[in-house]
């Protein structure tokens, strides 16, 4: 399995922004990296994946705040999230899809409070 390490978690009020940064310490190339949540007392939600040709796919709850991207070369996977509301507070946990085996990182919080 891959590790992952995630950064970037923290407090912001509403309307603030982050960027979340997971780091894979591994050389091979990831077909997929991505991104979950689960907040307080809900289910794992999936938030956004980026493939390595760079094609981005979001859940509907963050498309046009959330922002994916990777550096292929650094195998690291980035989360802009802007205009953060308090339903976004939760614990966002990274991922990476090598040859159909998944890796996850320890997860980061994230809390959106005034």
């Known amino acids: 399995q891959v590790q992952l390490v995630e950064s970037g978690g923290g407090l912001v009020q509403p309307g603030g922004s982050l960027r979340l940064s997971c780091a894979a310490s591994?050389?091979?190339?990831?077909?997929?990296m991505g991104w979950y949540r689960r907040a307080p007392g809900e289910e794992r939600e999936w938030v956004a994946h980026?493939?390595?040709?760079?094609?981005?796919n979001y859940a509907d709850s963050v498309k046009g705040r959330f922002t994916i991207s990777r550096d292929n070369a650094k195998n690291t996977v980035y989360l802009q999230m802007n205009r953060l509301q308090s339903e976004d507070t939760a614990v966002y946990s990274c991922?990476?899809?090598?040859?159909?085996?998944?890796?996850w990182g320890q997860g980061t919080q994230v809390t959106v409070s005034s």
């Open positions: 991922f990476a899809n090598t040859g159909g085996q998944l890796s």
């Open positions: 591994t050389r091979i190339s990831i077909n997929v």
């Open positions: 980026i493939t390595f040709a760079g094609s981005t």
